[in-house]
């Protein structure tokens, strides 16, 4: 069974690969036949589940090498096989749905593709023991997700959409892997199973909160927790099936797992449990409450999918075993009528063609169908029976009371939000399926039995398993334990059932139920008091201000980068000679105290001065002259004079280049000078007179640097080696031609290359110009190459 | 005599710099020259000059008095950089030549895009 797995899973993503080109043969089927590989990853997982002893969990070890030593391999246990039937499950229905949904779309193989990959990434994050892989797979799913809601990519909103989920999804990817290698760190071990073998509890670990700060911004980004939730109402721009499979049983429901994950390493801490609560307890609520105030039933549907999460998020940090259980059960529950009122939502969007539910009416005559099941799943987020929303909804009520300390705040907003939700299904209800009197009956693009059978499929079997599973809750029992065995370590026998007696729970149900037909009955003032505190809450409208501030940043970026890469060649200049000459003159006060021991300088003598000073003129006149010749003279003057100072301190061969050099440099120059304009000044005296002071600075710094170098002896010079052995070794006579020929040839050999892509420089500048070349030939100059090596 | 050769470096230098910021590309190129000669130059300082005799091993001797010659390798080293400067400024002068003749300016401002004139 495990191989097969494997293989499936494997399946989906090289079946993702081939989707586009495999849509190329399948077209319009490609959804139908994709859907098989979840279909079969199901009913595998069907099977390992029948088979899972009450205190088993496995690994799967496969040969696929994620990174160096950290095979892939699967975790099944519990709480994955509850998270995995519920993605391959709902997978397969999305993939059967999308086949007639998106059937007029452009690009669908792209779309599969994408789908595709979500899902096994899904499948992989849930799935992977290893913490890093667990990462990766979590990025996928980022990465995916951006491409699935921005693919109306011709639109703005969608894009923007896009880019919002991926940046605040993204951002709690990177703390998730920080956190997971610290984590790693601290426990030795990257993989979930030896975590929970050993029971390593990081608790008193000095990082703790650290990690946890991580590991809960992780959670909270990617299960659109307040502050963060606005991502998830934006995301409805991806078409329906996408949102219906994000929000069901993928995607958003991964921080959920990641705490769930964790809780046997991380949770149950004082930190842990109030910062969950807290963060649950306002998702909960504002995510209920603005569910009234809309009309898109998408955007209805994605604020209640907020809520939701909300409350898982609640759940697990109340840290109970029972609250354990009822977020498992409630994820389910979620899972279940959450995909079903998408896929409806997106029928009644083909159908009519508008998802605005307070511009319909009366649909349940021409969708009895589509009412009925509608009607289960709001019967389910409602929370009542006979679905398995009610038992949700029960042991949600049950973890609550229990909490002595805060249920008094807790419970309120809880029931508060159920309230709310209560009201939001029957308004849902009410509005697109009863008749109204006053108004026109809605004109119809199909008739219902027009509706392909796949896309009536989903939601009819999501409804069904609801009932099914609310009838025989018990079937749940032996998964349920399991995953609390290994979240919590605790023997523990689930039993869930449908009644368990009239109790407070029940009564605070009845109430809930009641005073949600009461919000119904004065839904218009509330809805308009909603309405009112949605513009107020504009004011602080998060994605406006996340967009704003990303704006501001990438503005601040570009007017930061325009001012530094200003394109003003000598400003740069500038500031690199000032920062030299900070650094230099901070070093030279720093080296003040240092001890120098001066060697004599040598005399003066008379013939060297007056070069030198008739070279410095040459030098100052380069600067000055207007002329070009002249300045061109001048420079190989005071290059002459550099010269004859190699010269005079022995430097044979130094001075012969330095000669040669000069003179081929001026022959050159002079040829080119006369294709180049004039001198020409430019720039105003001011600027003339800051530099001349930053040169004259650099200057007396070079100076200062130069003298100072003189008394430097760092290192014990090799030049004795050299000495000693070109004879000897090398059989020359010239050291310095010894050396450069034979002990560094390899450096010469550089040399010359680099003449010669000069050279060849050179040579294809003019050449590219054929016809200035024949003016030049004209006027009978030769090519202008260099003369080779003047070694 | 050093202090005055120093002095003479930081003179080259203080004009190279100057040269250098300059907006007129042909002035930038003159500039580059002379700091790179006084650049050299400090190479050839820094190896610690003293007036000694040619770095070469007599007829008849095998090996060389290091106190005697002057020191080979800033002297290897600098025709080295000789050398290449002269190639990059044969390749700067002509990559000047065809800058000019397709921009039409020799005003580095004037130079903010690839467009030709």
Not at chain 2, 83 to 112: C, E, N, W
Request: charged share 15%; proline share 3%; with cysteine.
């Amino acid at each position: 069974m495990g191989n097969i797995l494997t293989i499936l899973v494997a399946l989906i993503f090289v079946a993702a690969i081939f989707t586009p080109f495999l849509y190329g043969v399948w077209r319009q089927k490609t959804g139908l036949y994709l859907s098989f590989i979840p279909l079969l990853i199901f009913i595998c997982l069907l099977v390992e589940a029948l088979h899972l002893a009450p205190h088993e969990g496995f690994i799967l070890d496969t040969p696929i090498v994620f990174l160096p030593g950290m095979n892939l391999a699967f975790r099944i246990d519990g709480l994955t096989l509850i998270f995995g039937l519920l993605i391959s499950g709902i997978g397969f229905l999305i993939l059967l749905y999308s086949a007639k949904y998106m059937a007029k779309y452009e690009r669908q193989g792209h779309f599969y593709t994408y789908l595709m990959f979500f899902m096994g990434s899904m499948i992989g994050m849930v799935f992977s023991d290893n913490l890093i892989i667990m990462f990766m797979f979590w990025e996928i799913t980022s990465v995916a997700s951006f491409f699935l809601i921005g693919f109306d990519h011709h639109r703005e909103k969608s894009r923007q959409a896009a880019l919002q989920a991926l940046l605040i999804t993204g951002f709690g990817g990177l703390s998730l892997l920080f956190a997971v290698i610290l984590i790693g760190n601290i426990c030795g071990s990257y993989n979930v199973s030896d975590l929970l073998r050993q029971h390593i509890h990081v608790g008193n670990h000095p990082h703790y909160y650290l990690i946890l700060t991580l590991i809960i911004l992780a959670a909270i980004t990617k299960s659109a927790q307040f502050p963060f939730h606005f991502w998830l109402p934006g995301a409805m721009e991806a078409p329906t099936p996408v949102s219906a499979y994000l929000h069901s049983a993928t995607m958003v429901n991964a921080g959920v797992f990641l705490l769930m994950r964790l809780y046997p390493v991380m949770g149950g801490t004082v930190f842990w449990k109030y910062s969950l609560m807290i963060t649950g307890c306002i998702t909960m609520f504002l995510g209920a409450f603005f569910a009234l105030g809309q009309r898109d039933l998408k955007r209805i549907l994605a604020f209640t999918t907020i809520s939701a999460l909300g409350t898982m998020v609640l759940l697990v940090g109340i840290d109970t075993t029972d609250s354990l259980k009822a977020a498992l059960v409630f994820f389910i529950v979620h899972g279940l009528y959450k995909g079903g009122l998408f896929m409806v939502a997106g029928i009644v969007e083909k159908t009519t063609g508008t998802r605005d539910i307070y511009a319909l009416h009366g649909l349940f005559r021409s969708l009895p169908i589509t009412a009925i099941v509608t009607l289960l799943a709001l019967v389910s987020m409602a929370g009542l029976p006979p679905m398995l929303g009610f038992i949700g909804k029960e042991l949600i009520y049950e973890a609550k009371m229990q909490l002595p300390d805060v249920s008094w705040l807790i419970l309120p907003l809880s029931v508060g939000a159920n309230i709310m939700l209560v009201a939001v299904a029957i308004n849902i209800y009410y509005q697109l399926f009863t008749k109204k009197k006053d108004r026109e009956d809605i004109v119809l693009h199909y008739k219902e039995r027009e509706i392909p059978f796949t896309m009536l499929l989903g939601p009819v079997v999501l409804a069904i398993s609801g009932v099914l599973l609310g009838l025989y809750p018990q079937m749940l029992n032996a998964l349920v334990s399991n995953a609390l065995y290994f979240m919590g370590n605790i023997v523990y026998d689930t039993k869930l059932s449908l009644w368990h007696g009239y109790n407070d729970v029940l009564r605070v149900s009845i109430f809930t139920v009641l005073s949600g037909i009461l919000i119904f009955i004065l839904r218009k003032p509330v809805t308009k008091l909603i309405v009112k505190m949605i513009v107020w809450f504009d004011i602080y409208h998060l994605p406006t201000l996340f967009t704003n501030s990303i704006n501001n940043y990438l503005k601040g970026a570009a007017r930061s980068t325009n001012r530094i890469q200003h394109g003003y060649h000598r400003y740069y200049l500038l500031t690199f000679f000032l920062v030299v000459m900070a650094l230099v003159a901070l070093q030279l006060f720093r080296m003040k105290n240092m001890e120098i021991t001066d060697t004599a300088p040598g005399p003066v003598k008379l013939h060297v001065l007056m070069l030198l000073i008739v070279s410095s003129l040459a030098v100052v006149y380069t600067v000055f002259t207007k002329s070009r010749l002249a300045a061109i003279i001048a420079l190989g003057v005071s290059g002459y004079g550099i010269a004859m100072l190699y010269l005079y301190y022995g430097a044979v061969d130094l001075a012969i280049t330095q000669f040669l050099a000069e003179t081929v440099l001026m022959v050159i120059f002079v040829l080119v000078i006369y294709y180049l304009p004039e001198f020409a000044i430019l720039s105003n005296k001011k600027t003339r007179l800051r530099d001349g002071i930053i040169s004259l600075g650099i200057g007396v710094f070079v100076t200062l640097v130069v003298l100072e170098a003189r008394f430097l002896q760092l290192n014990e010079p090799i030049s004795g080696f050299f000495a000693e052995n070109a004879y000897t070794m090398a059989h020359g006579g010239n050291i310095v031609n010894v050396i450069l020929v034979d002990f560094r040839a390899l450096d010469t050999m550089g040399e010359i290359a680099v003449l010669t892509l000069a050279a060849t420089g050179v040579y294809s500048l003019f050449r590219f110009q054929i016809k200035t070349i024949k003016k030049l030939k004209r006027r009978g100059s030769q090519e202008l190459t260099e003369p080779d090596s003047n070694n | 005599m050093e202090h005055l050769i120093a002095i003479f470096i930081g003179l080259l230098y203080a004009c190279g710099v100057y040269l250098v910021l300059r907006r007129s590309i042909v002035k930038v190129i003159l500039g580059i020259f002379l700091l790179s000669n006084a650049t050299n130059l400090i190479i050839f300082m820094a190896g610690g000059i003293k007036r000694g005799g040619v770095a070469i091993i007599e007829e008849g001797a095998e090996v060389a008095d290091p106190s005697l010659i002057s020191d080979p390798l800033p002297q290897a080293l600098i025709l080295t950089a000789i050398v290449i400067s002269l190639g990059m400024s044969a390749y700067i002068l002509a990559l000047k030549y065809r800058y000019f003749d397709v921009t039409g300016t020799h005003d580095l401002d004037q130079l903010k895009n690839t467009d030709q004139r």
